[in-house]
């Protein structure tokens, strides 16, 4: 058959770019802005807007702030596994761990919007037998963090996200 179908794959393309130019640009000037500014559109719009970005969905994790008390926003990558939410604390391959693990390591209940719905939760690290489960998976939905893990120079904590009963209210 001619023209020969061609199969691209513009998520998977921009997204491989987006894992080679992030952790350049992690921590700079501005960086911390984009991303509060996407979690308020993100709640906004109940994740109409902006609540799908290379290829993958996203949610928006409320925790408590370690230091402040204070409710902090991150929007994230995720997955579903069950009824719990799966997300890496990669932070683009930076050496500093992401402050919302922090955070919920002090703080494990949290919330999670997701769909436009917030739901209460409750953080934990993955055993290392949910990871070998797991890992194959967030890969498939973001193959950047193969590229992240190569070059990172700590663990990329996989975090699971399990129902709660309590949040963070």
Same mark, same amino acid.
């Given at each position: 058959?001619?023209?020969?179908?061609?199969?691209?794959?513009?998520?998977?393309?921009?997204?491989?770019? !987006?894992?080679?130019?992030? &952790?350049?640009?992690?921590?700079?000037?501005?960086?911390?802005?984009? *991303?509060?500014?996407?979690?308020?559109?993100? %709640?906004? *719009?109940?994740?109409?807007?902006?609540?799908?970005?290379?290829?993958?969905?996203?949610?928006?994790?409320?925790?408590?702030?370690?230091?402040?008390?204070?409710?902090?926003?991150?929007?994230?990558?995720?997955? %579903?596994?069950?009824?719990? !939410?799966?997300?890496?604390?990669?932070?683009?391959?930076?050496? %500093?761990? &992401?402050?919302?693990?922090?955070?919920?390591?002090?703080?494990?209940?949290?919330?999670?919007?997701?769909?436009?719905?917030?739901? &209460?939760?409750?953080?934990?690290?993955? *055993?290392?037998?949910?990871?070998?489960?797991?890992?194959?998976?967030?890969?498939?939905?973001? %193959?950047?963090?193969?590229?992240?893990?190569?070059?990172? *120079?700590?663990?990329?904590?996989?975090?699971?996200?399990?129902?709660?009963?309590?949040?963070?209210?």
């Amino acid at each position: 058959m001619w023209p020969p179908r061609v199969c691209w794959r513009p998520v998977s393309l921009s997204s491989d770019l !987006f894992a080679r130019v992030s &952790p350049y640009l992690a921590h700079r000037p501005g960086s911390a802005q984009a *991303t509060r500014a996407h979690a308020v559109l993100l %709640r906004l *719009t109940g994740g109409r807007i902006g609540g799908r970005a290379l290829g993958s969905d996203i949610l928006v994790l409320r925790t408590v702030g370690r230091r402040t008390g204070q409710p902090r926003d991150a929007p994230l990558l995720y997955i %579903r596994h069950g009824e719990s !939410f799966v997300i890496v604390a990669s932070n683009a391959a930076s050496a %500093r761990t &992401p402050a919302w693990w922090l955070n919920l390591q002090e703080h494990p209940d949290a919330d999670a919007l997701v769909d436009g719905h917030d739901h &209460p939760v409750r953080a934990r690290a993955a *055993t290392a037998e949910e990871v070998a489960e797991l890992w194959p998976r967030l890969v498939a939905q973001y %193959r950047g963090y193969t590229r992240y893990k190569s070059i990172a *120079t700590r663990e990329l904590p996989v975090v699971i996200l399990d129902p709660s009963e309590v949040g963070q209210r």
